[in-house]
């Protein structure tokens, strides 16, 4: 019963600049070390945490497998002020 009522329940993951505190705290991971991962520029990636940009699909796709799947398509808010 349980299971038929979670499966449309979205839990949320964490966001790319909740991503990025907690890697920042464990293990010093900076803006420019994760964009390399990801093939971005430290400048887009910190355009991305603070939410100034919008990623593309391909983007998301690719932030979603360097963090492990903890930062998915769902856990990103798009706002009026993000081109």
Request: charge should be positive; aromatic fraction near 6%; hydrophobic fraction near 35%.
């Amino acid at each position: 019963m349980l299971d038929e009522h979670m499966r449309d329940v979205h839990i949320r993951g964490m966001t790319l600049a909740e991503y990025l505190e907690a890697e920042r705290k464990r293990a010093k991971v900076t803006d420019e070390a994760f964009g390399k991962r990801v093939s971005l520029s430290q400048s887009q990636i910190s355009r991305l945490r603070r939410g100034l940009s919008r990623p593309s699909v391909k983007t998301i796709e690719a932030i979603h497998l360097a963090t492990g799947k903890k930062v998915s398509f769902s856990d990103w808010k798009f706002s009026e002020a993000a081109e």
